[in-house]
């Protein structure tokens, strides 16, 4: 049954739970698990979360396939072995163009997860802090939770092991973390040295050299993951904004589920 957990991708309906409805404060907070792989399949290899933080204002298709996509590359590419992936959408405080309240972002996750993904959840915990939070920050918070709170994944013997957590952006986010003044360097460090980060490249970009020129980054070469998107897909929550502003058709952008709550709530019209 866990084995089935992560191959059966396919359109599902999942059960309401007690971890599939948004949690409206700190106090009602609940660490969401129900998804991830509690036993590990083969002892041999690294537990690994995927986490991916961001706005999704609104979430895409693109941000669903970069986790799909990840998870591939993880199967034929590495010794590691994913127990779950998670969206963590930024808070009110983040202040950013065409960012909506928190509570519909989080609940538009949890709605294209829910439909689309055996394996993928959200974890509102960012979103529900009264100021951005850092990136650094976030992963230790599901460091915590996953290996201090859980301690770990189980082996098939019995015996407990460390999850190693890795931060999952598109090579335009790290662009951003080389260029832009707004990410400390201490930050840099703890995020490529002490969790790592996987990367899916767009098509014709190359961002290796980005990489080995960086004096923080080229130092963490070895925790950077590199997986090339093969399909192109410039679908962004920016053009998504637009297309519902200017009355035009979103289908096939998103899960059919997003669809329904932004018409339902009326978001995006200016």
Same mark, same amino acid.
């Given at each position: 049954?866990?084995?089935?957990?992560?191959?059966?991708?396919?359109?599902?309906?999942?059960?309401?739970?007690?971890?599939?409805?948004?949690?409206?404060?700190?106090?009602?907070?609940?660490?969401?698990?129900?998804?991830?792989?509690?036993?590990?399949?083969?002892?041999?290899?690294?537990?690994?979360?995927?986490?991916?933080?961001?706005?999704?204002?609104?979430?895409?298709?693109?941000?669903?396939?970069?986790?799909?996509?990840?998870?591939?590359?993880?199967?034929?590419?590495?010794?590691?072995?994913?127990?779950?992936?998670?969206?963590?959408?930024?808070?009110?405080?983040?202040?950013?163009?065409?960012?909506?309240?928190?509570?519909?972002?989080?609940?538009?996750?949890?709605?294209?997860?829910?439909?689309?993904?055996?394996?993928?959840?959200?974890?509102?915990?960012?979103?529900?802090?009264?100021?951005?939070?850092?990136?650094?920050?976030?992963?230790?918070?599901?460091?915590?939770?996953?290996?201090?709170?859980?301690?770990?994944?189980?082996?098939?013997?019995?015996?407990?092991?460390?999850?190693?957590?890795?931060?999952?952006?598109?090579?335009?986010?790290?662009?951003?973390?080389?260029?832009?003044?707004?990410?400390?360097?201490?930050?840099?460090?703890?995020?490529?040295?002490? $969790?790592?980060?996987?990367?899916?490249?767009?098509?014709? *970009?190359? !961002?290796? #050299?980005?990489? %080995? @020129?960086?004096?923080? /980054?080229?130092?963490?070469?070895?925790?950077?993951?590199?997986?090339?998107?093969?399909? $192109?897909?410039?679908?962004?929550?920016?053009?998504?904004? *637009?297309? !519902?502003? #200017?009355?035009? %058709? @979103?289908?096939?952008? /998103?899960?059919?589920?997003?669809?329904?709550?932004?018409?339902?709530?009326?978001?995006?019209?200016?």
């Amino acid at each position: 049954m866990e084995k089935q957990h992560l191959q059966n991708r396919g359109t599902i309906d999942v059960l309401n739970s007690k971890n599939d409805i948004y949690c409206s404060s700190k106090d009602t907070y609940i660490f969401c698990d129900e998804k991830l792989n509690h036993i590990m399949q083969d002892d041999t290899k690294i537990p690994l979360v995927l986490v991916s933080c961001g706005s999704f204002s609104p979430i895409t298709y693109l941000h669903l396939r970069m986790f799909e996509i990840a998870l591939d590359f993880v199967r034929e590419e590495t010794d590691m072995e994913v127990l779950g992936g998670y969206y963590s959408p930024v808070a009110d405080g983040y202040k950013k163009v065409g960012l909506i309240a928190s509570h519909h972002r989080v609940r538009m996750c949890e709605l294209a997860c829910k439909k689309t993904s055996t394996w993928l959840m959200v974890d509102p915990w960012e979103a529900l802090q009264e100021q951005h939070t850092r990136t650094a920050v976030v992963l230790d918070h599901f460091n915590y939770e996953i290996n201090e709170v859980r301690g770990g994944v189980l082996t098939k013997k019995g015996e407990k092991k460390q999850v190693k957590i890795m931060l999952l952006v598109g090579s335009d986010m790290l662009q951003s973390m080389v260029t832009l003044s707004v990410w400390k360097e201490e930050d840099l460090h703890h995020i490529f040295g002490h $969790y790592g980060c996987f990367v899916i490249e767009r098509m014709g *970009f190359d !961002i290796s #050299n980005e990489i %080995s @020129t960086h004096a923080i /980054l080229s130092m963490y070469k070895n925790n950077i993951i590199l997986a090339k998107q093969w399909i $192109y897909n410039d679908i962004s929550s920016t053009k998504i904004r *637009f297309c !519902i502003q #200017n009355g035009l %058709s @979103t289908k096939y952008l /998103l899960p059919d589920p997003v669809i329904e709550y932004i018409c339902k709530n009326k978001l995006y019209l200016t």
